[in-house]
């Protein structure tokens, strides 16, 4: 054996020799040119017009073959944010070659451009693979580069240059308040002090507290109000406050996170994966359960006996309502506003964990103040301990249970989610007295809303068990026409108009080329069921007749990326989607439209202008 590998060497060796000589004929007594020295490649980052741009110069008789290129781009953890799939070449040489067969190749100098779907955020690592050969002399074996690219860093002025803002600056500081584009603040903030960038996200929460991204919080304080001994206006305050800082936590971690790690770490997407979302739901119902009344939640016995002194009790009930504060802003509201999503652009662009983060806690406790206020007021409102106090909290025990089920809705049917709409609407129904007799004056009227309710909840388990989603229309099944059997059923997102539905990150690829044949530009929706803010923006504006009425001639797609798994991860890496709602223009070439972006709610008056404005202009 030991002979045979030793003959087997003995032959690479000469097989080298002869091969050398060969060369050595044809190039004179010349060494060889390395692969670096007869293809020399340069590439650079055209940010402008979304382009990767790569130059090959061969030395005389070098080729390159067409199908062994290969690009990957990643960002420095390694995430694959585009492989260039169906990228298209230029025009090369046919020739039949020793190894390969008919093949195409390139002489003296090739040019190539890597489309980009969209500016990366984030600092960028481009793999670049190919191979070359000398002209019926040798192949150099196949190669690979790497090459790195800075994302767009803003740079910021000096302090004295934005210390003493002007009238400009004010104008401008009250133009980005009032944008709803996200690239507006992202704008904005690369040459403003941080004071300015404080106070324009701490003005920018105060509004973002109207929207439906915060509605979902007011009856969780409220029920942690309600949970009080003797609710007064002081301990409403306190509790109120706790809670707004409980919220402000995880947005000021956001910044920080997301300076760190980048664009590519989706913290919205990952907040929404079924075991963040049961963890939050068995939370509320273990919070439900106390408004019930069986059982009292309170500190552990280790914490208690520590703070076993005045007041301990009330700090266990702080450190309540701060950890709810924190789950609320993780899950409940898992909305993106432009004014966030400039912030989230900003910070992953400059990797500025400072402003990031006071950024996000001014916005935090601007989006709290209003929450403050009502728990304030609406702890003097409260009932004394006693019979109507009983009744409140098990009022609000039932909305804890609501919010339970409305969680667990972005992870089950939505068949399931009414029925249990529906149980629970019965069963409080019959707890409030639905089948008590009838008494005299406020009595009967509680009995009437009992009924209302039970009756309203049994329809909804009858239009559950018969197939309906819409707490709304529950009976929906039943009171639609019977299809014909030989009719196929429509597609899904013939129920969107002319939104197409689309699933998947090939599918949107597919759905792109398709559009980029087809020479016609494209709107994408990404959306999610989750989403409130999602859902406003399809009612209001996505379906608005003047806003599609705008649109004609573009095809647009709806991404739905409800399902929390990897191939809704990489679209959002893909296309740097920060969080949701979020629409993205492209051209006809597939190519993303600068500065158009439309990240959280917009109007569809403010959404013909944004088409005007920033989209018609590329096309």
Not at 152 to 169: G, L
Not at 199 to 217: E, I, Q
Not at 460 to 478: E, H, K, T, Y
């Amino acid at each position: 054996m030991q002979l045979t590998w030793q003959r087997l060497g003995t032959a690479l060796v000469l097989l080298l020799a002869w091969s050398t000589s060969v060369a050595q004929g044809l190039f004179g007594e010349e060494r060889l040119p390395t692969v670096d020295e007869a293809i020399q490649l340069v590439t650079d980052a055209d940010w402008d017009n979304q382009q990767l741009l790569l130059d090959f110069e061969l030395i005389d008789d070098v080729y390159l073959y067409q199908h062994r290129f290969g690009f990957t781009l990643k960002d420095t953890n390694g995430n694959v944010l585009d492989s260039f799939e169906g990228l298209t070449l230029p025009e090369g040489k046919a020739k039949t070659d020793e190894i390969f067969g008919d093949v195409i190749v390139y002489f003296h100098r090739v040019g190539l451009t890597l489309p980009l779907q969209s500016v990366p955020l984030v600092d960028t690592v481009l793999e670049v693979r190919y191979q070359g050969c000398i002209e019926d002399t040798l192949c150099y074996p196949p190669t690979r580069k790497t090459f790195e690219f800075s994302s767009p860093t803003p740079t910021k002025k000096s302090p004295a240059a934005t210390a003493a803002p002007s009238d400009n600056d004010s104008g401008s500081f009250l133009n980005t308040l009032q944008s709803d584009d996200a690239n507006a603040f992202n704008e904005w903030m690369e040459s403003q002090s941080i004071g300015l960038i404080v106070g324009l996200f701490f003005v920018g929460g105060l509004l973002l507290a109207f929207t439906p991204c915060v509605f979902p919080m007011v009856p969780i304080l409220s029920g942690i109000i309600a949970g009080e001994d003797n609710p007064s206006a002081s301990r409403g305050f306190v509790l109120s406050s706790a809670y707004v800082l409980g919220v402000a936590v995880p947005y000021t971690l956001a910044g920080l996170l997301v300076a760190l790690f980048g664009a590519g770490l989706n913290l919205q997407f990952l907040l929404q994966q079924p075991a963040a979302i049961i963890t939050s739901a068995v939370i509320f119902v273990l919070l439900a359960l106390s408004m019930f009344g069986l059982y009292e939640l309170q500190l552990p016995h280790f914490l208690r006996d520590k703070l076993h002194q005045p007041g301990a009790e009330k700090r266990g009930s702080l450190f309540g309502a701060a950890l709810m504060g924190a789950i609320s802003a993780l899950v409940v509201s898992p909305c993106v506003t432009p004014i966030l999503a400039g912030a989230l652009i900003y910070v992953a662009a400059s990797g500025d964990a400072v402003t990031g983060a006071a950024s996000l806690f001014a916005l935090s406790i601007g989006m709290g103040i209003p929450l403050i206020i009502a728990g304030t007021g609406g702890a003097s409102l409260l009932p004394r301990a006693g019979h109507w106090m009983d009744e409140i909290k098990r009022f609000f025990g039932v909305v804890m249970l609501g919010v339970a089920i409305w969680l667990l809705d972005r992870i089950i049917s939505g068949t399931i989610t009414l029925g249990l709409y529906g149980l629970l609407l019965a069963i409080y129904g019959v707890q409030l007295g639905a089948l008590d007799a009838a008494g005299e004056g406020l009595a009967r009227l509680k009995r009437g809303v009992a009924l209302v309710l039970a009756l309203y909840g049994s329809v909804m388990i009858v239009g559950a068990l018969s197939g309906g989603s819409d707490p709304l229309q529950p009976l929906q099944p039943l009171t639609q026409q019977p299809v014909a059997t030989q009719q196929t059923t429509q597609p899904a997102e013939q129920d969107h108009g002319p939104w197409q539905t689309v699933v998947g990150k090939a599918s949107l690829e597919q759905a792109l080329a398709a559009s980029r044949q087809a020479g016609k530009p494209v709107l994408v929706d990404f959306f999610a069921e989750w989403c409130v803010a999602c859902k406003v923006l399809e009612e209001t504006t996505l379906s608005n007749e003047a806003v599609l009425a705008e649109m004609q001639g573009f095809d647009l797609y709806r991404v739905d990326i409800t399902e929390i798994n990897a191939d809704s991860q990489a679209i959002m890496e893909q296309y740097n989607i920060l969080g949701l709602p979020a629409l993205v223009f492209f051209t006809p070439a597939s190519t993303e439209i600068p500065k158009s972006r439309v990240l959280g709610e917009m109007g569809p008056e403010r959404f013909i202008e944004h088409l005007n404005a920033r989209v018609m202009p590329h096309l």
